[in-house]
C-alpha cells in the first residue's frame, strides 16, 4: 500500500538498493510501468533514480519521450510513451540503442510501442486504493527475479 507521495518515493529509493544488492544490471534491465493518469509512475521512477544517486530534477519525459540520466557507471532511460503516435518513432529517437547490458530503461505506457520493446524484467503495476495506491511488482526475467529477491519483504 502507498497511501502517498512519500512512499511512493520510499519503494523507488528501496528498488534502487535492491537493484544494487542483486547486480541484475550488469546485463541490462527493462522496467515497464503500468497504471493510469496520476497512479505514481513518474514519482516511482523519481524516486528510483534519487536512490540511484541522481540529485537533479526527474520530469516525466511526456513530450520528449525519453530522458537519459547517467548515474555511477550506470546509464538510465526513462521513457513516456503516452503521447506516441506510432511505435516507429522509437526508432527516429535511437531508442535501440538505449536497451542493453549495462542500462536501465524504464517505461512509462509501454502498451504504445507493443512488438517494438524488448520484454520487461520487472513489472510495476500501479492502481488506485481506497487508501491511497497499491503497487504490485512481478518478475519477467531471471534479472527481474534476482531484483525482487534483494528487494524482500514489503518495507516501504
Not at 31 to 42: H, N
Amino acid at each position: 500500500m502507498l497511501p502517498h507521495e512519500a512512499a511512493t518515493l520510499a519503494l523507488g529509493r528501496a528498488l534502487a538498493a535492491a537493484l544494487h544488492a542483486s547486480g541484475a544490471v550488469q546485463g541490462g534491465l527493462v522496467v515497464y510501468l503500468l497504471g493510469e493518469l496520476g497512479t505514481g509512475k513518474t514519482t516511482l521512477v523519481r524516486g528510483l533514480l534519487r536512490g540511484l544517486g541522481h540529485a537533479g530534477p526527474v520530469r516525466s519525459p511526456t513530450y520528449t519521450l525519453v530522458e537519459p540520466y547517467g548515474i555511477a557507471g550506470l546509464d538510465a532511460y526513462h521513457f513516456d510513451l503516452y503521447r506516441l503516435s506510432d511505435p516507429e518513432e522509437l526508432e527516429f529517437l535511437g531508442a535501440r540503442d538505449c536497451f542493453g547490458p549495462g542500462q536501465l530503461c524504464l517505461i512509462e505506457w509501454p502498451a504504445k510501442a507493443a512488438g517494438h520493446l524488448p520484454p520487461a524484467d520487472l513489472l510495476c503495476e500501479l492502481d488506485y486504493a481506497a487508501a491511497g495506491r497499491v503497487a504490485r511488482l512481478s518478475a519477467g526475467s531471471p534479472g527481474g527475479r534476482h531484483w525482487l529477491e534483494a528487494l524482500g519483504p514489503p518495507s516501504w
